[in-house]
């Protein structure tokens, strides 16, 4: 997780521009997303189950709330 949101990171970093233009970057990005999303959707249901211990990192690249 970590290397796949690093790579974002230094995409848009380098050109936002690029993020509406490039159809290969767009594909990268709803990957990334969508893996993303996956993550976060077995943690929250591991949590719900009071299984802590196997959470991904996933959370920890959420924006805080507020």
Do not use: T
């Amino acid at each position: 997780m970590d290397d796949l949101v690093e790579i974002l990171y230094r995409l848009c970093k380098k050109d936002i521009a690029m993020a509406n233009s490039n159809s290969d970057y767009r594909f990268l990005h709803d990957c990334v997303s969508d893996q993303f999303a996956d993550y976060l959707r077995e943690d929250i249901q591991n949590l719900e189950k009071q299984q802590e211990e196997i959470l991904s990192s996933a959370a920890f690249f959420c924006p805080p709330v507020g």
